[in-house]
């Protein structure tokens, strides 16, 4: 027997796995880089956690470091997948794939990049939803609807209630 869909939006947060500029400690941002050979094995292993979950729908980051976790994801569990670029990390302009000790002004803002984000979440119509994304937009939908700061690792998979 199934369950019955839930009253209040059930997403299952996911950030990307291991990408190459998680190594370097460089700023990623919109460059679109290549995961790591752990990176690629840690995606079997979430499949297996997410599997024999009721979802409508998955939603995931154009990027690949997103998106290759995602597509897999969306083929095993024959779920639709919805790829958008409003789910990407905060654009870093000229910092992007590099070490800065500061945001340079090129950078997308704080405040339009949190409500990029935000703007998104509250627009899902669907109940029972994965949401494939990066470190910094995972912050910020806890922050506005849990009201708690966390730390992400990548690969990492958090259940939020909205």
Known sequence: MKNKKPKKKKIILIRHTEA??????????????ELTERGKERIKKIIKRIEGKELD????????????????????????LIVSSELRERSYGSAEGKRVSKIPKDA???????????????????????????????????????????????????????
Do not use: M, Q
């Open 108 to 162: 997308e803002s704080f405040e339009d990049f949190e409500k990029r984000i935000i703007d998104f979440i509250k627009n899902i119509k669907f109940k029972r939803v994965v949401l494939i994304t990066h470190g910094g937009p995972i912050r910020s939908i806890i922050k506005k609807f849990k009201g708690e700061e966390i730390v992400t690792k990548t690969g990492e998979i958090i259940n939020i209630f909205i």
């Open 57 to 80: 729908v998955i939603y995931t980051s154009d990027l690949k470091r997103c998106y290759l976790l995602a597509d897999k994801l969306s083929k095993k569990l024959n779920c639709p």
């Open 20 to 33: 190459i500029h998680n190594l370097k400690d460089v700023l990623g941002g919109w460059k679109d880089t």
